[in-house]
């Protein structure tokens, strides 16, 4: 069965530096989001992205963050500037289509530590 | 505005008894609603949901969940609980946003616990 996949599943770096979280979503699927969850608090909407644009953002996602799909395949988050508030799960998902009975596939996410 | 509330933050049960993980969702329009399971480690992986069809909606492992919209619940259930079914599981509504576009709202996660 096809899966998301998401790299690496473990990211620690230090507050200021940037990192770029790298998902792999399923092949046919042409809508993408990121999510996260801060340890304790609910899973969070980030971002939405379709056909090389952002659909739709949270209030979360400030210019700090910004998303890309460099290639016919994977779709990154990138964090400019690290906060220690980043620190937190983040998930990656897709669907076939972007109806609001539609499933999204998950990743298992990658837990982003910053010191 | 969208919004999920599941009304236990933990439940434990002893293993071959019934399952009953309850939400409650709040929305201006039909939904669609969803619940999600995460084993430790793993990704979030769909178990059932409720796309305006049929209201007794059946899932992967033998789950299944009963849309009300009398008492806008969504409650998931199991007859008989095993071992494997310990994780932890979101209630999610979908919310529509411009463009036709939709996000998930989740809810606070059930952790549950099976004793043998």
């Known amino acids: 069965e096809p899966e998301v996949t998401q790299t690496p599943s473990h990211q620690v770096t230090q507050m200021g530096q940037e990192v770029i979280l790298r998902c792999v979503p399923i092949s046919n699927h042409l809508y993408f989001y990121w999510y996260r969850q801060i340890l304790g608090q609910k899973v969070e909407f980030l971002v939405s992205?379709?056909?090389?644009?952002?659909?739709?953002k949270s209030e979360i996602f400030d210019d700090q963050f910004s998303v890309e799909r460099p290639d016919g395949s994977n779709f990154t988050l990138k964090i400019r500037s690290t906060k220690l508030e980043d620190s937190a799960m983040y998930f990656c998902?897709?669907?076939?289509?972007?109806?609001?009975?539609?499933?999204?596939?998950f990743g298992p996410g990658t837990r982003l530590l910053v010191l | 505005a969208q919004s999920v509330t599941q009304l236990d933050s933990h439940v434990s049960v002893s293993e071959g008894t019934p399952v009953l993980l309850r939400c409650n969702y709040s929305s201006s329009y039909s939904p669609s609603l969803f619940w999600y399971v995460q084993h430790p480690n793993k990704g979030l992986q769909l178990l059932l949901k409720y796309t305006s069809a049929a209201t007794l909606v059946k899932g992967i492992n033998g789950f299944e969940a009963e849309f009300k919209k009398s008492e806008t619940s969504f409650h998931l259930t199991k007859p008989s609980a095993h071992m494997s079914d310990a994780a932890e599981y979101f209630c999610?509504?979908?919310?529509?946003?411009?463009?036709?576009?939709?996000?998930?709202?989740f809810g606070a996660g059930t952790r549950l616990a099976v004793h043998p």
């Open positions: 999610v509504v979908s919310d529509r946003i411009s463009g036709g576009y939709n996000k998930l709202i």
């Open positions: 998902a897709s669907s076939e289509s972007s109806g609001g009975w539609e499933t999204q596939y």
């Open positions: 992205f379709y056909n090389n644009e952002i659909s739709e």
